[in-house]
Every structure is written in C-alpha cells, then in structure tokens.
C-alpha cells in the first residue's frame, strides 16, 4: 500500500487568512460522519454550492483543491501563488481564491473561505485512494472549536464552545500541544532499539503511516535493521522515497505502542521542507486511529481514549505491489429474475434491461478496474514477475470488479507466507501469477 502524505510550506500571503468555520443554529454540537481508507479520514463538503470530497488532514495548513472530477466550481478574486513542500523540485504553481462558501451540513460551515487550486495535474491521489478525492482541508476546520475523531463509529464531532463539554472527556488522557505554523505538535517518546529518547512530533492526521522519522535531525541516527528503501508517497514537489523498518516503540501518553512501522524519508525528499523547532518527525494515522481522539487548538491540548484497536499489529503489505484505481467500467451480468410489470429499471450505477421474451435480465453494472502503479525490487510481487502497468483481474479465485482498493490492499498485509494467486492481463495476455507474502521489516533486536 502506497502511504500519503502532503508537506507543504506556503508563503506569507497566506498568514492572512480569516477562514472561520461556525456552528449555526446555536447547536452544541455537531456530528460529521467520516470514511476511513487506508487509515485517513475523507468527509462529504459543498464548495460554493458543489459537492467534493476532502481529506482531512491536520498537517496541512491551509484549505487545498486539486481536482474536480468533471464537476464545475465557481471561484472568484484569484491571483496566481507558488506552493513549495517535499520532494525533488522547488515549488508548483497554484491559484488563491478568496470569498468561498464551504458547507459541512446545514449546522457547520464558513462562508469566507480562502482555498488554494493546485494547478499541477499529477497531484491527484484518488487513484491510490479507490474513491473521488477533490482536496485536503487542515488547519481551518480544527482551529476554533473542540473536535473529537471516533475511528470505530466513523464519527466526528464538533463541540460548541459556549457548552464546552468538560464532563465527557474525563475518561480521556489530556495532553498538553503546541500548535506551530498552524499544525499540532506533542512531545513523546520513541525506542528505536534500547532505550526511550524524548521527541517532538507533529500529529498528523493525513500520514496514513504509523510513523515519520527525519534522520539528518536526529543526532547519531542508525537505521535499525532490516530496512527496506521503498517509496513512501507523493510530496507537491514530486515522490518521496526512503527507508521503512520497525522500531522497538513509541509511547503516546500512558500507551506504549510495540514495534511500529517507521518510514524514514531521504534527505534529498525534504531538502524543501521548512521543519519547525526540535521537530524530529510525525505520528500518523496509523497510531491514532486505534484511540478516541479529539483536538482543542485553542487551548492546546490533545485528548485520547485507547480503544481495543491499541492491541493490534502494525501490518505491512508483504506483496510489494503498488496498486491503483484506474476508473470505471460497465459490465453485464445475466441474471434470472422473475419479470417486473415494468420493463425498465435505472438506478444510479447500474442499467437494467429485460426481455419479455424470457425470464432473465442482463443487468450492466459500473464496477472499477485496477492496476499495478509499482513493485518494489525484491519483493514478493517482483520475483512472481508481476510489473508496473499489469492489468490485475482476480485474486484467489474473486474478480477484483468486485472489490474495494481498501480490499485488496488488506489481503496483501494478510499473514505471512500465505500464497496469494492473481490473474493479470499484460499486453492482451492473461497471466497467472503466484506470490508468497513475505515481511520485509521484522523487528530484530540491534
């Protein structure tokens, strides 16, 4: 599974921004229901009057749009911006529009927004996500009210200052934050090999990785082994690679997490990046979605709740393959069916024809295609020969139309040296392919 995360550094124009989200209707609350992929978290917006879906994501500070997905959006009062961030060039080009209407619900929203269009059409990550992705809201949704993330009920809710809500957070750990440069940082722990060492992290919702450790900011960093050069995600300046291993812990509050996954991104991937003070590296949301958790940015606190989920593995995909979502597609099933009185039936994502000549339907359904965007050498997926642009059709036996990105990316962090069979087309050729998934990364004492 590709990991994802956004840097960005924006210049002064944006330290002005007056985007304020309100409760309306003098509500006390207000809950948003959320959809996990991948370990972040997407939330249904209207963007003057569209709907789109954003990523949430608290380390990104300003509202950000790259795609529309055919759909047409009006902006107004633009000026061209240049965005800067991780990975190899020196910055992208962008559009500042101010005065823009975002509405959550009828109970949540702001309608002087500032949103900044990405320009460049290659940052588009929907294809590694499996759905629709329009752009990336961060700072401005969590800056003025409490907000607290339930990843087990998909649900977030937004509290109403005036009745702030003191009595239901006592069961949480409360910890203190900073918020620097419009995102949130927290002083933890993390055991690389033998001992505990303190270290300043951003908590940062849209890494979908457990951790990011930046080594040129680290005293005497050794990697731990083994360790694997991967490709960690797509920065705005280009991709990101380094090296994933496991470390020995991490504690976030009174919870000590075992034998996470860290990636550790090269120094050439963040030559552009401006790190605030002390900060070696990130908590993502492979670690946060196993707690209740809820930021307070105006008072600068963290709050957690550990779930059953705190207990679970970190998981890895074993197979080394890279897979992405390349669209849609209709596809026609002939069903036997007892025949309606009417003889036409359409819904949103399928078609339904019926013959009254018999008692069967031939129903075309859209269902989505997959490919493989990469291998990582040595892998699982490299030795079975599998390679980038592979068609992939079926595993074990079920047709990838019939699943989710979501799907397939949990089969390959399965279980180790289990035998995962795939079909894959190359060049109008069907393949049979066969890999045994294999942990690159177990944890060895150095």
Do not use: C
């Not at 946060?288 to 963290?302: E, H, V, W």
């Amino acid at each position: 599974m590709k990991s994802f995360k956004v840097f960005l550094l924006l210049f002064s124009s944006f330290i002005n921004a007056q985007n304020s989200f309100e409760i309306f209707n003098d509500k006390k609350k207000v809950t948003i229901p959320f959809r996990q992929i991948n370990n972040l978290t997407f939330i249904n917006m209207k963007v003057n009057d569209v709907d789109l879906t954003f990523l949430l994501d608290t380390g990104v500070s300003e509202t950000l749009l790259f795609s529309l997905e055919n759909k047409e959006v009006q902006f107004k009062n633009v000026e061209k911006i240049r965005f800067t961030g991780l990975g190899g060039s020196d910055y992208i080009e962008g559009i500042k529009s101010t005065h823009n209407k975002i509405f959550i619900n009828k109970d949540f929203g702001d309608s002087n927004h500032e949103i900044y269009l990405i320009l460049d059409e290659d940052f588009n990550f929907s294809s590694h996500v499996g759905i629709p992705v329009n752009g990336i809201i961060g700072y401005n949704f969590f800056k003025d009210h409490l907000i607290k993330l339930d990843f087990e009920k998909h649900l977030i809710t937004v509290y109403n200052e005036k009745y702030y809500p003191e009595k239901k957070f006592k069961s949480f750990e409360k910890l203190p934050i900073t918020i620097e440069v419009k995102k949130p940082y927290i002083i933890t722990e993390v055991q690389q090999t033998k001992s505990f060492f303190p270290a300043k992290m951003l908590l940062d919702l849209g890494n979908s990785d457990a951790m990011w450790l930046f080594p040129n900011r680290i005293p005497n960093f050794n990697y731990n082994r083994p360790n694997i050069d991967d490709f960690l995600g797509r920065g705005f300046n280009g991709d990101i690679y380094g090296k994933r291993s496991r470390m020995h812990a991490v504690k976030l509050g009174e919870n000590t997490l075992n034998l996470p996954i860290v990636s550790m991104p090269s120094p050439e991937s963040v030559q552009s990046l401006n790190f605030v003070k002390d900060r070696i590296g990130s908590i993502g949301a492979d670690i946060l979605k196993r707690f209740i958790i809820a930021f307070d940015y105006k008072n600068q606190f963290f709050y957690l709740k550990k779930t059953p989920a705190v207990k679970n593995p970190f998981k890895f995909n074993m197979s080394g393959l890279d897979i992405k979502h390349d669209g849609m597609r209709w596809e026609n099933d002939l069903v036997k069916i007892d025949l309606p009185k009417n003889n036409k039936e359409t819904t949103t994502n399928e078609i339904n024809v019926y013959s009254e000549a018999s008692n069967f339907q031939y129903k075309f359904v859209l269902k989505p295609e997959y490919s493989v965007a990469g291998v990582r050498e040595n892998s699982p997926g490299f030795i079975a020969d599998i390679r980038k642009g592979d068609k992939l059709i079926e595993i074990n036996g079920k047709s990838t139309a019939d699943m989710s990105l979501q799907q397939i990316n949990e089969i390959f962090m399965s279980e180790e040296n289990k035998t995962i069979k795939i079909r894959v087309i190359r060049n109008s050729v069907t393949l049979e392919k066969a890999i045994l998934l294999k942990d690159p990364i177990p944890y060895q004492e150095n």
